[in-house]
């Protein structure tokens, strides 16, 4: 298989495009052939050596999502069969054009979705979804979205309007604000927020997909009982929350992360996940814009661009025309 590889940590210098073995499947595992690969920025991470692969995950393959098409099932996996086109997650090893999932961290991708959605959405609509439900966002609820121009943020808005809830989005620039405000997600940029929040009545939900010191102004944007979930620390993994504030408001602030969890716990998120996003998937609801397609052997470029400020969407790997 094609796969990009880390030779260590560091810089652009200890990334390449390699062929490698096809990976040795367990007995939950099925073998994935992918054409496109969402790159995120983790990948980023555990190139810089500040996010370490858990144990069970390829040490020098990055990647944390796949789609495609099933060619192979481990020894006792039986959800799927060879031909299905399914999108999941992984621990690692997604940046490859054959990829080894768990049966049980996949959806099935419904047939008339394209190959390059089938690869832009798994990590952004897992994570969006699972944001929503630690908030337990519902019909009316306010909810803010920052870093909604990225690929969580705007599968999150989707899937919260979806839920019924109104969203906000918040974003960097007024240029990037106004093509978020070209997909109907409603957005201003971080100057405006205080003060869109508050004409909107205070928020139930804040999604931080950033971090540091943004957590004070969601704080402070927020109603009685409102929530918070930090999904990110993009932006620093420090604030100094006013906790007579959050008393005030029996406020609630979370934080989480997916990469780390069991094979239950995701398990369980994917089962969740199969119910309550499946007919929104089968019906075409979710689309993830995506942003740039680079060939495969341009990883590196394809890190430095998603690094970058003004994305709309997924950043991806073509493995097809990898060079
Ligand atoms: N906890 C988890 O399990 C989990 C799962 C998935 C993703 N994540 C994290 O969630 C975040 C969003 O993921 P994604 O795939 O949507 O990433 P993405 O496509 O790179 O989008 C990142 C968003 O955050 C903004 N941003 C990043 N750093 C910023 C900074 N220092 N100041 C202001 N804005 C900043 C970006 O704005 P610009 O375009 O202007 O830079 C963009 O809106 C990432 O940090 C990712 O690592 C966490």
Same mark, same amino acid.
């Given at each position: 298989m094609l796969a990009v590889t880390f030779s260590g940590t560091g810089g652009n210098e200890i990334v390449r495009l390699e062929e490698r073995p096809d990976p040795t499947l367990s007995d939950f595992e099925v073998l994935v052939e992918a054409r496109y690969a969402g790159v995120n920025p983790a990948d980023i991470l555990q190139r810089n050596g500040s996010y370490p692969v858990p144990a069970n995950a390829p040490a020098d393959i990055p990647g944390l999502e796949v789609g495609g098409k099933v060619i192979a099932c481990g020894r006792r996996a039986t959800r799927w069969r060879p031909g299905d086109r399914v999108m999941g997650l992984v621990s690692g090893g997604g940046l490859a054009d054959r990829v080894a999932a768990h049966e049980d961290h996949l959806l099935l991708a419904p047939a008339g979705l394209e190959e390059q959605q089938v690869a832009a959405l798994p990590e952004a609509l897992i994570t969006g979804y699972d944001a929503l439900t630690q908030l337990s966002c519902q019909m009316g609820d306010i909810v803010a979205i920052r870093g909604i121009n990225g690929g969580v943020g705007l599968a999150t808005a989707q899937i919260a309007k979806a839920l019924g809830a109104r969203v906000l989005g918040i974003g960097r620039s007024t240029a990037i604000v106004e093509r978020v405000r070209q997909l109907r997600i409603d957005a201003c940029t971080h100057e405006e927020f205080a003060e869109r929040a508050q004409d909107l @009545? @205070?928020?139930?939900?804040v999604v931080e997909l950033i971090g540091g010191e943004f957590v004070r102004d969601d704080l402070a944007a927020l109603r009685l009982l409102g929530r918070i979930v930090v999904v990110s620390v993009a932006g620093g993994p420090q604030c100094a929350v006013p906790l007579n504030v959050m008393m005030g408001k029996r406020a609630r602030i979370m934080g989480t992360v997916l990469r780390s969890r069991s094979d239950a716990e995701k398990s369980t998120l994917f089962a969740n996940a199969r119910k309550q996003l499946g007919g929104l998937l089968d019906t075409q609801q979710l689309a993830m814009p995506v942003d740039r397609v680079f060939p495969a052997a341009r990883v590196a470029d394809a890190f430095d661009h998603l690094a970058g400020p003004g994305k709309l969407g997924k950043v991806l790997l073509d493995f097809h025309n990898a060079s």
């Open positions: @009545g @205070g928020l139930d939900a």
